[in-house]
């Protein structure tokens, strides 16, 4: 007979930002709809995982940083993190560990954890070994089982080090592909005398901070050169008070909304973007 230990099913997962907390989300639902067993998925996530059944053991937001400064001024929350992160995933003893995108965070984890026995440890969304750090590829096939990447190219730069990786596609795309909620219209020409254009700063908060004073000076000389010009902003609840507040007194005739329904249908209306890097780039080409 075999105890109730070993026939658990507990996946623990990590995400680190908007995007990771997105294709988190949608990973968790595809699992619980997969598996006929309930499966306890514990670990780092934002809304939308944790809306999906994620336990978390602390916010994503911790571990959200971008740049080098914020991660200096930051270095002892996020070590604190680390530990305690590493500490949860031993008192959990989860069958499967899934790290999404995050690397600086999600690989030191996954190397902290190595040796923990029947782990099946897992990566979503490879570095960018092809454009910087190549060595890390070689590392990584050191402490990970399996790597799942978003394009057809990059799967030779880890294969060819040992380690087992897997194309899965990008997450955004097929989402949007597949939502009802969005009506696509091609547009054949632009009208210059009624210009709609997205801002699209990013889902952290020091994006926002870095991005939007640069996408206001932006927009307020374009309103110089065209006329009717309207601006249309998609953000977070959480990021939208901080948004607005770079438009007071900037006279942009503007709609913002965090409501992710209406996503698509603003890619699809708008002439052109002003927008952070990232799978919001992908979105707005397809």
Same mark, same amino acid.
Request: contains cysteine.
């Given at each position: 007979?075999? =105890?109730?230990?070993?026939?658990?099913?507990?996946?623990?997962?990590?995400?680190?930002?908007?995007?990771?907390?997105? !294709?988190?989300?949608? *990973?968790?639902?595809?699992?619980?709809? $997969?598996?006929?067993? &309930?499966?306890?998925?514990?670990?780092? /996530?934002?809304? +939308?995982?944790?809306?999906?059944?994620?336990? &978390?053991?602390?916010?994503? =937001?911790?571990?959200?940083?971008? /740049?080098?400064?914020?991660?200096?001024?930051? !270095?002892?929350?996020? !070590?604190? *993190?680390?530990? $305690?992160?590493?500490?949860?995933?031993?008192?959990?003893?989860?069958?499967?560990?899934?790290?999404?995108?995050?690397? /600086?965070?999600?690989?030191?984890?996954?190397?902290?954890?190595?040796? !923990?026995?029947?782990?099946?440890?897992?990566?979503?969304?490879? &570095?960018?070994?092809?454009?910087?750090?190549?060595?890390?590829?070689?590392?990584?096939?050191?402490?990970?089982?399996?790597?799942?990447?978003?394009?057809?190219? %990059?799967?030779?730069?880890?294969?060819?080090?040992?380690?087992?990786?897997?194309?899965?596609?990008?997450?955004?795309?097929?989402?949007?592909? #597949?939502?009802?909620?969005?009506?696509?219209?091609? +547009?054949?020409?632009?009208?210059?005398?009624?210009?709609?254009?997205?801002?699209?700063?990013?889902?952290?908060?020091? %994006?926002?901070?870095?991005?939007?004073?640069?996408?206001?000076?932006?927009?307020?000389?374009?309103?110089?050169?065209?006329?009717?010009?309207?601006?249309?902003?998609?953000?977070?609840?959480?990021?939208?008070?901080?948004?607005?507040?770079? $438009?007071? #007194?900037?006279?942009?005739?503007?709609?913002?909304?965090?409501?992710?329904?209406? +996503?698509? #249908?603003?890619?699809?209306?708008?002439?052109?973007?002003?927008?952070?890097?990232?799978?919001?780039?992908? %979105?707005?080409?397809?």
């Amino acid at each position: 007979m075999q =105890s109730s230990n070993d026939n658990r099913n507990i996946i623990f997962i990590i995400a680190g930002e908007a995007s990771g907390d997105q !294709i988190g989300a949608d *990973l968790i639902y595809q699992l619980k709809k $997969l598996n006929k067993n &309930p499966i306890k998925f514990v670990g780092i /996530g934002g809304p +939308k995982m944790i809306k999906e059944g994620l336990n &978390p053991i602390f916010d994503m =937001s911790e571990i959200s940083v971008m /740049g080098i400064l914020e991660v200096v001024v930051k !270095i002892y929350k996020i !070590i604190k *993190l680390l530990k $305690l992160t590493e500490k949860s995933i031993y008192l959990n003893k989860p069958n499967i560990l899934i790290t999404i995108d995050s690397p /600086g965070f999600n690989l030191r984890i996954q190397k902290k954890v190595c040796k !923990i026995k029947n782990l099946k440890k897992i990566h979503y969304v490879a &570095p960018t070994v092809w454009a910087w750090k190549a060595y890390r590829a070689k590392q990584m096939s050191k402490f990970l089982d399996l790597l799942l990447v978003l394009f057809p190219f %990059e799967k030779k730069y880890f294969t060819s080090e040992g380690l087992d990786t897997e194309f899965v596609g990008h997450a955004g795309i097929f989402r949007m592909n #597949n939502d009802e909620t969005k009506t696509i219209t091609k +547009k054949e020409t632009i009208d210059l005398n009624n210009l709609k254009i997205a801002i699209l700063p990013g889902s952290r908060l020091t %994006e926002i901070r870095k991005l939007m004073p640069v996408f206001v000076k932006v927009a307020v000389q374009l309103t110089k050169y065209f006329n009717n010009i309207k601006f249309f902003i998609v953000t977070l609840p959480s990021l939208k008070n901080h948004i607005e507040k770079y $438009l007071i #007194n900037v006279g942009l005739e503007y709609y913002i909304t965090d409501n992710l329904d209406e +996503k698509y #249908n603003i890619y699809s209306d708008v002439d052109c973007a002003l927008c952070a890097s990232g799978t919001v780039s992908l %979105e707005l080409a397809n």
